[in-house]
């Protein structure tokens, strides 16, 4: 049983574009699941709150993005951290800018809004992620399982 669930598990998440799903996902967990902690548990201004849970969702996304949803082994970490970086602080402007154009101009209910927007911006991310900070090539991976 343990194995058809491993194999179901494998040709799911074959993909890259669903691999970046699940790793998002996961990274906000831990972004809301953190803000949560820090400002509803533990008190911490709220501002405080949601940057220490920026700093800490952004680590597990760019060891998730890299080691698995990209499978970047042989790049240099250091490079690629700085440009998942500045991407990620990119998507966060477009994120903001675009939430102020839905709710403001379009008049969208800001939950509704917000999933929107995250959708866009989460495809932004993906190439950008996919193409500059670290050049995955369905190529690599076909070499990574024919081994």
Known sequence: MMQQVEKIFIMFTKHVAVRFFISGG??????LSLLFLLNSVLNIYYLTSAV???IGAFGVSFTLHKFWTFKSHGE???KQVVMYLQTSLIALLLNTFLMYIF???FGFIVL???V???LIVAVFSFFMSQ???????QDDELKIYIK
């Open 26 to 31: 996961t990274s906000a967990f831990v972004n």
């Open 131 to 137: 193409t500059f900070v670290f050049k995955y090539k």
């Open 116 to 118: 929107v927007v995250g």
């Open 103 to 105: 709710v403001d101009y």
């Open 52 to 54: 220490l849970a920026f």
């Open 112 to 114: 509704i809004a917000q």
């Open 76 to 78: 240099g970490a250091h």
